[in-house]
T-cell receptor, first 109, second 114 residues
C-alpha cells in the first residue's frame, strides 16, 4: 500500500537557522511527489513536483530533493513568513493524491 | 486573478440540514476534486470528476454527493450533515491530460455543524 510519512511533526527554528524536513514514502512506481505549503485556515499552495530520483528543485529559500525512498525539503536561512505546515504527497493511480500528516514549521524572529 | 474559488468560505449548518458547497475555476482544467481535511489531519480525497465522469473513493460516505454542471463549476452536497462532518472542504483542479499533473487548491470552505 502506498504510504507517506513526514518527520518531524513539528519544528521550531530561529530566524536564519537552516534545516530540513523529511518525507519517506513507499509506492509501487513513483509517478510524482508533490510538496505543498498550507497556512492556517487556507488551502494548500503548490511548491514543487519531483518525478525521479536525483531530481532537485529550488524556489527562494526552499529546495526539494528526491531519492528512491525519501524526499527532503531544505530551508535555508528561513524567515518568520516561512512558518506554515508543509505537506508531502504522492500521486496514487491517475489522479489521487495521498498526503502525509505534514510538518508544522515555526520560525521565531 | 483567483484561479480556484470556493464559496462560502465559512458555512454553519444544523445537524441533519442539507448543505451545498461551491467551487469554480478559471483554469479550464479537466479534473476537479473535493477533499475533506479535519483539524490537524491531512487532506483526504472524497471524489473527483474527470470532465463529466464521476469517480468516487471507496470509503466516501453516501451522505456526500457531487455535481459538475459544466467545466467551471463543481458542487459538494452533504445530504444530512453530522457532527463528524465538521471540517475544511477543499476543492482542487488539474489539467488531467497525462496524469501526474499538479493539483491546484482553492482556499477551502470551513463547515461547522451545530
Amino acid at each position: 500500500e502506498d504510504q507517506v510519512t513526514q518527520s518531524p511533526e513539528a519544528l521550531r527554528l530561529q530566524e536564519g537557522e537552516s534545516s530540513s524536513l523529511n518525507c519517506s514514502y513507499t509506492v509501487s512506481g513513483l509517478r510524482g511527489l508533490f510538496w505543498y505549503r498550507q497556512d492556517p485556515g487556507k488551502g494548500p499552495e503548490f511548491l514543487f513536483t519531483l518525478y525521479s530520483a536525483g531530481e532537485e528543485k529550488e524556489k527562494e529559500r526552499l529546495k526539494a530533493t528526491l531519492t528512491k525512498k525519501e524526499s527532503f525539503l531544505h530551508i535555508t536561512a528561513p524567515k518568520p513568513e516561512d512558518s506554515a505546515t508543509y505537506l508531502c504527497s504522492l500521486l496514487q493511480g491517475a489522479q489521487k493524491l495521498v498526503f502525509g500528516q505534514g510538518t508544522r514549521l515555526t520560525i521565531n524572529p | 486573478d483567483a484561479m480556484v474559488i470556493q464559496n462560502p468560505r465559512y458555512q454553519v449548518t444544523q445537524f441533519g440540514k442539507p448543505v451545498t458547497l461551491s467551487c469554480s475555476q478559471t483554469l479550464n482544467h479537466n479534473v476537479m476534486y473535493w477533499y475533506q481535511q479535519k483539524s490537524s489531519q491531512a487532506p483526504k480525497l472524497l471524489f473527483h470528476y474527470y470532465d463529466k465522469d464521476f469517480n468516487n473513493e471507496a470509503d466516501t460516505p453516501d451522505n456526500f454527493q457531487s455535481r459538475r454542471p459544466n467545466t467551471s463549476f463543481c458542487f459538494l452536497d452533504i445530504r444530512s450533515p453530522g457532527l463528524g462532518d465538521a471540517a475544511m472542504y477543499l476543492c482542487a483542479t488539474s489539467r488531467g491530460l497525462a496524469g501526474a499533473e499538479t493539483q491546484y487548491f482553492g482556499p477551502g470552505t470551513r463547515l461547522l455543524v451545530l
